[in-house]
């Protein structure tokens, strides 16, 4: 069989089901009596057999099996959900995924998991029924919710446990005026009416058709609000256009495909038809066929993505830097030449591919969620390790970054976060001691703002202490005693990140030795980031990193020093000036300024880069003064050329570990420019 | 050597201070004129920048520095030959290149084992045919050594 093409969905979409299992147990965790849940994780595990099996692989299909058949029994209340059961389940996954782990890096996912076997039929045993009883009553369970096609076993949970929060469950029909012309437009203002007095479960036709005005003039959507039905009615014929309104509470004792649609002739139906010329053509496309009815919008919402390989991205990528290089030298050309038709079309040319440029790195942006999904199954276990509790926060999991800085940025992350549950966090005993609740919470933050990312760990542990650093780093020799008296209280917290640095009583193997935090400083600073810490000691610390949205396009300062042309990074310019002889000072050798009342050093970049030169006359020199967290310098040119927005390349492989040169990009006139590496500069 | 098992040997001629030598064609990408060039600061002598091939920026060696022969200026003649080496490419700056020949194999022979011939310890061997010596060199001696003494 050719199942080569395959294994590549295959691989993808396993990962991406454990993923799910492991989101979804985690969520189980919390709320042990959620059978949607459970339904959820099902679900997954149903798929998972169903294509290992196809794919060939017994041992995947095997265990999944075994797994599947213990929350069936979960699923029908034959077995409680217990810690214990939960543990076996996650093993179970963690098995499976080194299982697919061993068939992406091509070996044949074999493992052996008799134990996770025995495991899982022991615990499926320790109720009456044996496996085979067991499927027959899932098959009856399936025949029983397929006769209620109306709503599917979702949304029928959803709609059930709303019941129980104490929600209503109404049916609302919604009629509008024959000759409304912006009918997608008065869908749109009902759906914000309702999301505002509760939750749309469904909608028939489905979103998506009265998106498109695929509907005559009556719609209905299943919603669960905790208003009123008059008041719900009430707030949709402030719609305008809306000509009628029916608010019907559901009953789920009678949920069946006949009832659904029997509540239509319910006695407690409320209907109003306050415009009586038009109701007599409403009527024929009253109630819709049930069959019709399809899952919820947010499920089909998801649907409309496609799976685009990303070296395709890449190459993309690629090609259109290669545009913006000829962009560039196209402007210049037509600069040059000031013929105003080319002018004209050059520019509109330029701001084409700048929308281009905005799309493709659009396309490039994954989600951080990817990165920190697994974290939480992290944590459970490291909190379990050390018998701590803690709990984990995610917030802004949906915040962009570009591909390429998701790839690097997850190894920081983790140490990171161990090292907040490590040292952060303390023990249960100790938080009682200090009057804090037990449970140690980690919140992993990211959000947008300007042109960078910011990911934040925050955690309400012990916090860094001022004395213990500086006293450690002194004695380690990291810093003088008295260069550690000027220190600010974020100065002394960052010495933690310096490398040959641990302040852990006890080595760990969770984190610890400190060869860890100055790695995730290199790591973050080498993606153009920087990180920084805020501590207040018994109150918690904060990481805060802080990073470029794209690596691949920058705007930089284009200089020039005799011939020679570089590029300075604008993240790292504060600003330009142009300084007089006499205003250069002497201090220890080293040339300074005084800038905006503080002593910047000043670099001269011709002796820095051995740039071949004649001694010029001048009295006035072109500075740069850039920046390296707090500290300053002023680098010395000799003219500036301008902004440009350029495309970073890289010196290959065999140039590599250049001082002070991150890299280079192509100019508009072809030639190559190389790009400063600020942070080298300065100490 | 090994090259005694390979058959026919296609490689690229290209002069160098009056004497031929020649790169196995599969290593070699394209041969370009001499382009601008980017000084690249803090590498080694024979680096002598970078240049922009076709929209990648590639390192360049002076083959004559690299070979510790006497600097001269590029001329008309003067070819970059475009080489990659495992995961590095890079051109080399030669007098000229502008032949293509087989060479049989049972016409290499090893390097002779003479002392003071220029490009010495990066040769492979030497084919001699028909009165023409051409030394057959080793890439991956020419571009290793690069980060040890690039700073």
């Given at each position: 069989m050719e199942l080569n093409q395959y294994l590549e969905v295959f691989i993808e979409e396993s990962k991406e089901h454990l993923q799910a299992c492991n989101e979804q147990l985690l969520e189980l965790e919390k709320n042990p009596q959620d059978l949607s849940i459970i339904n959820e994780i099902f679900r997954s595990a149903h798929t998972l057999k169903g294509m290992s099996a196809t794919m060939g692989y017994e041992d995947l299909a095997g265990l999944t099996h075994q797994m599947e058949n213990v929350l069936d029994a979960i699923r029908n209340n034959r077995l409680v959900t217990t810690p214990e059961i939960l543990d076996v389940i996650f093993m179970a996954v963690d098995h499976l995924e080194e299982m697919v782990h061993s068939i992406a890096s091509g070996g044949d996912g074999k493992k052996d998991v008799t134990e996770t076997v025995e495991k899982l039929k022991a615990i499926e045993k320790g109720e009456p029924l044996s496996s085979t009883a067991e499927s027959e009553v899932a098959a009856t369970a399936v025949m029983e919710t397929a006769k209620q096609s109306t709503y599917d076993e979702f949304e029928l949970t959803v709609l059930k446990q709303s019941m129980e929060q104490g929600f209503g469950v109404y049916e609302i029909e919604i009629g509008l005026r024959q000759d409304c012309l912006l009918k997608a437009a008065r869908v749109y203002m009902v759906f914000e009416v309702l999301e505002k007095i509760g939750e749309v479960i469904k909608a028939t036709p489905p979103v998506e058709q009265l998106e498109e005005e695929q509907f005559d003039e009556d719609f209905s959507v299943t919603i669960v609000s905790k208003e009123s039905p008059e008041d719900i009615k009430g707030k949709i014929m402030k719609v305008s256009e809306v000509v009628k309104t029916i608010v019907r509470p559901l009953e789920?004792?009678?949920?069946?495909a006949e009832a659904v649609l029997d509540t239509a002739h319910n006695e407690n139906e409320i209907e109003s038809?306050?415009?009586?010329?038009?109701p007599a053509q409403s009527?024929?496309?009253?109630?819709?066929?049930?069959?019709e009815k399809k899952s919820t919008g947010k499920q089909q919402g998801s649907n409309k993505t496609i799976r685009v390989n990303i070296e395709r991205l890449d190459i993309l990528m690629n090609l259109f830097e290669e545009l913006v290089i000829d962009r560039g030298r196209l402007e210049q050309i037509s600069k040059d030449m000031e013929n105003s038709e080319l002018t004209e079309t050059v520019e509109r040319m330029s701001r084409i591919s700048g929308d281009l440029q905005n799309i493709i790195l659009n396309m490039r942006m994954v989600q951080v969620e990817t990165v920190f999904n697994r974290f939480p199954r992290m944590i459970r276990q490291l909190a379990r390790d050390l018998n701590k509790k803690i709990n984990l926060e995610i917030v802004g999991a949906e915040t962009e970054l570009d591909r390429t800085v998701i790839d690097e940025i997850g190894d920081p992350l983790v140490h990171l976060l161990r090292n907040s549950v490590d040292h952060g966090i303390e023990s249960p005993e100790e938080r009682r001691a200090k009057g804090k609740s037990e449970e140690g919470t980690v919140v992993l933050r990211a959000f947008h703002s300007g042109n960078h990312v910011f990911i934040e760990i925050e955690d309400d542990g012990a916090g860094i202490s001022r004395e213990k650093v500086l006293k450690k780093a002194i004695s380690k020799g990291i810093v003088t005693e008295q260069a550690a008296a000027g220190f600010t209280d974020k100065q002394a917290y960052e010495l933690i990140l310096s490398s040959g640095f641990s302040t852990a009583e006890k080595i760990s193997d969770i984190s610890g030795r400190g060869v860890g935090l100055d790695v995730v400083k290199n790591t973050i600073e080498s993606l153009g980031g920087t990180i920084s810490i805020d501590s207040k000691e018994n109150e918690g610390t904060i990481f805060s990193i802080q990073l470029p949205l794209t690596l691949s396009i920058i705007s930089v300062m284009l200089v020039e020093i005799q011939k020679e042309k570089f590029a300075i990074p604008l993240s790292s310019i504060i600003e330009t000036a142009i300084i007089k002889d006499s205003e250069i000072m002497n201090a220890h050798n080293q040339k300074v300024i005084d800038f905006r009342g503080k002593v910047v050093p000043l670099l001269f970049l011709k002796d820095l880069f051995e740039v071949p030169s004649v001694p010029s006359e001048d009295d006035f020199h072109s500075v740069i003064i850039v920046r390296k967290g707090d500290k300053m310098a002023g680098l010395i040119v000799d003219s500036f050329i301008g902004q440009q927005e350029v495309v970073l390349k890289s010196l290959?492989?065999?140039?590599?570990?250049?001082?002070?040169?991150s890299g280079a990009t192509i100019l508009g006139d072809g030639q190559v420019a190389l790009i400063v590496d600020c942070n080298a500069l300065i100490k | 050597m090994t090259e005694v098992l390979i058959p026919d040997l296609k490689v690229i001629v290209f002069q160098l201070n009056g004497k031929e030598y020649a790169v196995p064609v599969s290593q070699v990408k394209s041969i370009e004129k001499i382009m601008h060039i980017t000084r690249v600061p803090h590498?080694?002598?024979?680096?002598k920048g970078v240049m922009n091939l076709r929209g990648v920026v590639t390192p360049l060696i002076d083959l004559r520095v690299r070979f510790g022969l006497e600097e001269q200026g590029y001329t008309e003649s003067t070819r970059v030959i475009i080489v990659s080496v495992e995961d590095k490419e890079v051109g080399l700056i030669v007098d000229g290149a502008n032949d293509v020949i087989d060479i049989p194999s049972s016409m290499v022979e090893p390097p002779p084992e003479i002392v003071g011939l220029s490009a010495e310890g990066f040769i492979n061997g030497v084919a001699n045919l028909d009165k023409r010596l051409l030394i057959l060199i080793d890439l991956a001696k020419i571009l290793d050594n690069a980060d040890e003494n690039a700073l």
């Open positions: 789920f004792d009678e949920q069946n038809e306050p415009k009586p010329e038009v009527t024929g496309t009253d109630v819709p066929a049930a069959t290959g492989n065999y140039l590599t570990n250049v001082f002070a040169i | 590498t080694n002598p024979f680096v």
